[in-house]
């Protein structure tokens, strides 16, 4: 059911807390992967903020956009079909 005699194969690290502890000794691209993971959860968070803030604003201007949108399209095809 697996593959299990391919043992040679690389595995991509996921937790790499250890590596962290070296800061000096990590890569550029690493760095600014640990940047972004620390940044992410602010991130979230100002967007939770706002959507909480703003949700019913944005639905209802949703909801009046497509009110606006059918209206239109059904008054184009009552000129269409009963002129």
Known sequence: MFNRNNR???M????????YLN????????KLNFKRACLFPFLV???????NQYS????LLLGLYFLI?????ISWVDELFFI
């Not at 991509?12 to 590596?19: A, G, L």
């Not at 019913?56 to 639905?59: C, F, N, R, T, V």
């Not at 949108?69 to 399209?73: A, Q, T």
């Open 8 to 10: 040679s194969r690389k």
């Open 12 to 19: 991509k690290k996921i937790f790499q807390w250890e590596d």
């Open 23 to 30: 800061w000096k000794n990590m890569s550029k691209e690493q």
């Open 45 to 51: 968070y100002i967007v939770y903020v706002f959507l």
């Open 56 to 59: 019913l604003a944005i639905l």
């Open 69 to 73: 949108r059918f209206k239109n399209r």
